[in-house]
């Protein structure tokens, strides 16, 4: 989706050209280099679907929107004046307006430029650089996490739609480095986005939502004041904020290997309306949620569009019609306060600090009365429903809500939700590999969103994980954690293991030198369970070095579903396959109390703003994180929401291990 402006080149701000998902904030400005050829951020952007500044046949396509917006209106798209007073952020001044032409090219709008007229900059100059790979947030609250997010927090008080002085500083939401602003205004047509480079010193204003209500919403919850009575008098909003997936889009990766499709150019953050609150439903207010590898997947559309998942989901009943729409709320994460009950929910009520697991289920049929995940009509909410946690609001069933640990802050509280449920039951429930005391366990990526929860479960229960990892800094993780037996596979700092030869052919002798290395750190014994969730690239090696009568239990498979083995290594040996996918009902809330109890611990590294989903799927997607990549939503900055300091304080050290990976 391409939104372009076009300004006065008197002003020597030149057009700038950008894909929907992709920040150019992050790239720098355009310029021309020494050919003539315009360049972004000091090298030539060749991305293929952008339309290129020296491209004349792009541009001339690109001019079709303009003659459609003027047969349809009569007019060309251009601005008669300075925009109407509700398309500027609060805390900046109205000099953010200017007479640039705007072009509507799909969902949205691109307004950019400066206003000749102007005597000062839109926004109060930030007192530093911001937006910086180190930035920071203010000083959280006492006895916050210390976790980074990427985003300073708002020093604006008008977030949110709040009116504030034209004097009041944006300091933390701009970027002065290459003298360019990012702004964003609701209109009647969706998002107004302003990307201008220019050569005086701007700062950037936080997003502003459509009304007030948000921020009426937002300043309840951090009152502290959680009475059912407050929450039942808010007002709920007709329109909300979400990360999406475009049903038009589902295509636009055609043809790409995975490792090459970008989330960053799928997801989109954008307003929708709020879903109908029905019987055993609830609506909660999302203050964080986090980034799982099922909204990787969605974002790329692999291993194929969760619009087939919607379409199905839509045709069960009058009530679950709702979730077939052209665009995917996506996210499995949360945590936040209950706003709405729907009829029949008993457990929960408006002003309910909660976090929610992902089982979405229907109940109605038999082989899920013992195990909730054997129901016909189960279902991964966020990624097979709609309305999931990357959002302001979100929809859950009733029975998705566990209560919130009220020594974690809003962002810790969030990540754990769903890997954490997913490794209780692979590694502890008798549904999965039923780990016992002593038991020696390899945990593939032991640093990552997964394996981490796998490897403080294997310490606690008295099992000895061997932590297999791929860098020096992730083995460093695995130790801080209180694992002794590491692997770093990496080929430049590690074993270097290579197990497959080509793309058709396994290197058994590579599963061997894995094989003699674990019987090296543990003196002899192979392991009694392999929990596998890298897939393709590691199972054979996985099946191989299993111990006689050992367990592979496997989900995932992030590097590929097609597994390939030697069934000779398994049949042979006794050894047995366990299929695991997340938690039933049982399992979540005792993976759940085991958080809420301190016995097992975070493990988010850093935090996103939610206009930054896509970068942080993007490194999900890319393996450049360790533990869990957290994204606030209505929380204004971390460090917020925990309430029982003193518990906290005394597992802090435990919380913060991943919070300078």
Partial sequence: MLWWARTDSRHDIPTTFF????NVLHHGGIHRNSAG????????????????LDNHAARNRSSGPRRSWRRSTGHAPRCPGRPHRRFIPAGCSRATAHHGALERTGRGESFSGTDPQASSPPCAPPSSPARSSSATTPAPATGSSGSSISTPSSACSGLMGSPSPRSQSCAGWGDSRHGRSNLRWPSPYGLLASSFMARQQVATCPPVLRSTTMKAIRDAILSGDRSPETYSALEVPARYRGVTVHKDEVDMFAGMASRDKDPRKSLHVEEVDVPELGPGEALVAVMASAINYNTVWTSIFEPVSTFSFLERYGRLSPQ???HDLPYHVVGSDLSGVVLRTGPGVNAWQPGDEVVAHCLSVELEHADGHNDTMLDPEQRIWGFETNFGGL?????????????????????????PGLVNSTAYRQLVSRNGAGMKLGDVVLIWGASGGLGSYATQMALASGATPICVVSSPDKAEICRKMGAELV?????????????????????????????????Q???GKDP???FEHPGRETFGASVFVARKGGTIVTCASTSGFMHEYDNRYLWMSLKRIVGSHFANYREAWEANDLIDRGLIHPTLSKTYSLDQVGQAAYDVHRNLHQGKVGVLALAPQTGLGATDLKKRAELLPAINRFSDA
């Avoid at 050829?37 to 290129?52: G, I, S, V």
């Avoid at 959002?391 to 990540?415: F, G, I, Y």
């Avoid at 080509?502 to 003699?516: F, S, T």
């Fill in 391 to 415: 959002a302001d609001l979100a929809l859950v069933k009733a029975n998705q809500l566990m209560p919130k640990a009220r020594h974690l802050t809003w962002e810790e509280a969030a990540s």
């Fill in 19 to 22: 894909l929907k998902g992709i």
């Fill in 37 to 52: 050829l315009h360049e972004l951020a000091n090298h030539t952007w060749d991305h293929p679907d952008l339309a290129r």
């Fill in 487 to 519: 692997i770093d596979r990496s080929r430049d700092t590690g074993e270097g293991y290579t197990f497959w030869k080509d793309e058709n052919n396994q290197d058994p002798r590579e599963w061997k030198r894995l094989g003699a290395k674990i019987r």
């Fill in 320 to 322: 679950t019609k709702k």
């Fill in 528 to 530: 009694d369970i392999v």
């Fill in 521 to 523: 750190l543990t003196g």
